[in-house]
Every structure is written in C-alpha cells, then in structure tokens.
C-alpha cells in the first residue's frame, strides 16, 4: 500500500512519542494541519498562519536555538537551500531526533531539473541527501510519495571519499543508493531490541576500538546509564570510556 507523506510523518512521530516538530515549507498548509504532535511549528515566507513563522528557512534558522524531535524539509529543492536546510536542521536535533527530507525519489530525469520545470519537480534534493550519506549519515527512504528520506544525527567517519554520480547514474541506482525501506518494516526495524552489552568489567581498549559505532552507544549505556548526548564523535566516546 502507498502511504501519503502526513501518514508517514504521523505514524513516525507517534511510533517514537516524538513531542516537538518543526515543517521547513508549508506551502497550502494542509499537511502541516494534519500533523499530530504536542508542539509544531512551520517555517514558509509566503505563508501566514497560526504557528507559521513568515520568513525563510535560513532567516528562521539563523536566530532560532530550539531543538526538535522531528523535521520535516519540503521547502526550496534547489542543491543549495536544501543542502542548508538539512544541515542547519541536523544542528537542532533533539536526541534520537530524525529529518525527514521530501522528494527525494523522482520518477524521470524531467523531475530533477535544477530548476522548478512548473510540474512535478523534486529539483536536486537527491544531491543533498547523497552529500550526507557521504558525509557518514546513516540514511533510509520510504519511496512512497515522492519518497521521504530519514537522516538522523548519528554519523559515522567513513574510509573513502565518494563522489555524486550522475542524474542518469541516481535514476537508475536511486533503491541501493537511497537504500530503499518500506513504511512496515521501517517501523518493525524501530521495534527490535538491540543486544546490550552488560559485564563491562572485561572489556579491555582493544575490544573498544574494535566495536562498531552501534556497539559503543550500547556499551556506553551500559557504563553510564545512557547513550552520549549530541552528535555522535566517536573519537569522543572512546576517549571517556578508556580515561
């Protein structure tokens, strides 16, 4: 079954008992009212309403210091305010908070123009999401909707640089390369409990920089109560856990 972006965004939002959320690009504000959370607000400078901060994306960003559960960016799909957008939004992320990003899977070389065609247009968001996941961002898209591609705050250093490929390379590769989830198992993925290591008392500075970045949020809860707060460093993680 095709889901609708609202559909998607609700049932993420209540899976995760996310509380606070923030709509970059309202546009006719429908599915802005649909959405059902304690606290939302949107950001569009043609856009007057309640709730609704009538300015750009990089005017609100710049001056707002709120952190939110959850982000949805459906705003300007040109590579360069997209790009800002993610990243600026990646900065104001709650723990365990998530961005979702919108047209991130076109159907035809015709929908990823660099400039608004005046029909279905997802422009070069694709770009944007590929920068992240480049940059080390874990990423999964629901290609339901135009797609809707989950980036959260966790980021891991990756070995080799990689570079964009191009439209025609995207269009044909865009599953594996946006790794392609269904809304179902998205939401069973977020249900499966994850092995905690709990006898910390054997564990020596080799078997910590042999774990992966998984391994050591789980092995760091299990020290100290909790997962690290902010962006995930590794470098950080492993400098606490051995000093």
């Given at each position: 079954m095709i889901m609708k972006r609202t559909e998607v965004i609700n049932g993420i939002i209540k899976h995760h008992g996310f509380k606070s959320y923030l709509e970059i690009g309202v546009y006719d504000m429908k599915n802005f009212n649909a959405i059902e959370c304690e606290s939302k607000v949107g950001v569009d400078p043609n856009v007057e309403g309640e709730n609704i901060f009538t300015q750009t994306s990089s005017e609100y960003l710049c001056d707002s210091v709120r952190g939110y559960d959850c982000v949805f960016i459906d705003g300007d799909h040109t590579y360069a305010q997209s790009h800002e957008d993610l990243?600026?939004?990646?900065?104001?992320?709650?723990?365990?908070?998530?961005?979702?990003?919108?047209?991130?899977?076109?159907n035809n070389i015709k929908e990823i123009t660099p400039n608004n065609n005046g029909k279905a247009w997802c422009g070069e968001v694709w770009k944007t999401v590929l920068d992240a996941k480049?940059?080390?961002?874990?990423?999964q898209t629901i290609p339901?909707?135009?797609?809707?591609?989950?980036?959260?705050?966790?980021?891991?250093?990756?070995?080799?640089?990689?570079?964009?490929?191009?439209?025609?390379?995207?269009?044909?590769n865009k599953s594996s390369l946006l790794n392609f989830i269904s809304y179902n198992?998205?939401?069973?993925?977020?249900?499966?409990?994850?092995?905690?290591?709990?006898?910390?008392?054997d564990i020596q500075i080799d078997d910590?920089?042999?774990?992966?970045?998984?391994?050591?949020?789980?092995?760091?809860?299990?020290?100290?109560?909790?997962?690290?707060?902010?962006?995930?460093?590794?470098?950080?993680?492993?400098?606490?856990?051995?000093?």
């Open positions: 990243y600026s939004c990646l900065m104001r992320l709650n723990d365990n908070g998530l961005i979702l990003l919108h047209d991130t899977n076109p480049f940059d080390g961002y874990k990423i339901d909707d135009y797609g809707l591609t989950i980036i959260t705050g966790e980021k891991e250093e990756l070995k080799e640089k990689q570079t964009l490929p191009t439209p025609q390379e995207f269009l044909k198992d998205y939401i069973k993925s977020r249900d499966e409990p994850k092995e905690v290591l709990k006898d910390t008392t910590i920089n042999d774990m992966t970045d998984e391994e050591l949020k789980d092995f760091y809860k299990a020290v100290y109560g909790k997962k690290p707060k902010g962006r995930f460093i590794r470098e950080k993680v492993i400098d606490r856990l051995i000093n």
